[in-house]
């Protein structure tokens, strides 16, 4: 993802010769606790972790592809998300993914609990044993369909966050060390409400949205203003801009392209699929 992306900016912004790092990996690598700590590029940060924060490619995908195709991409998922309004939506809580963490499969076992309180399922399994007590794997649900719920459950930097946000649900955002670029200007109880790290007041939360409707609905309708006011492709693209242009300010070292380098050209304006081939303008227009 990281080479559309890159072609697209500098198609839009003059950047200066740089030399970095990117790390195409889900994990923060330059680590606070080890010297010495390098200027990574990479998707999420950590409070333990130095790196330098992008979009996460998932954002940046959307960011790209809405832009010359359709996508699942964060304005599509607004809008499907608009088929289920609010007071028709089911007052649980919802998940569906893999076991990237134990949380996850916590999430899982109060599901079975509590059916009426909690849909969540796992749709594959990599890091964990699978037990009777989390009950068989389910098949993947299009993200759409995730706001027939009222509550969207979300963990650590789970990338899907900005998803979740845009489909006017509140989004149950668990405490955590990682973190996306967008997170410090997210407002707890405003734009998501906020779980403890163990889940461990997950049903209290619950019970206050249950109780707080109208105000469960607000949360829900402020984290969607914020995707469409602060995550679109122009915001994307002028962060990742910003970046750059003080990235290069901080290098001091000169940038020397090896012949070991592989040279990504910018599409050509065949790959252009407009059919237009005249000055001729439309009446409305």
Known sequence: MSDP??????????????????NLGDWPLSRLDRLPHLPILSWCGSRHTSD??????????????????????????????MRYRWPNRLSR????GRDSNKRRLELVQLSMAKPDLVDARLTNMFFFQHEKSLGDIVKHVPLGDFFKYKYQTGTVAAYRLPFLLAGGS????????YYEHFYRDLEPMKHYVPLREDLGDLEERLAWLRAHDSQAEKIGESGRQFVL????????LCYLGQVLERYGQLLRSPVAVSQSYEHIKQPSDSNCRCDWTGPGVRDEL
Do not use: G
Not at 65 to 79: F, K, P, V
Not at 229 to 236: A, S
């Open 5 to 22: 992306l890159l072609l697209s900016l500098l198609r839009k912004f003059r950047a200066p010769d740089l030399d970095f790092i990117l």
């Open 52 to 81: 330098i924060v992008l979009p996460t490619y998932e954002l940046t995908e959307a960011t790209v592809s809405m832009m010359d195709r359709i996508y699942n991409d964060l304005m599509r998922t607004a809008h499907d998300s």
């Open 93 to 96: 809580a919802f998940f569906r």
């Open 170 to 177: 509140p989004v149950l955002k668990q405490d955590s060390d």
């Open 229 to 236: 006011n602060r995550l679109m492709p122009e915001q994307v």
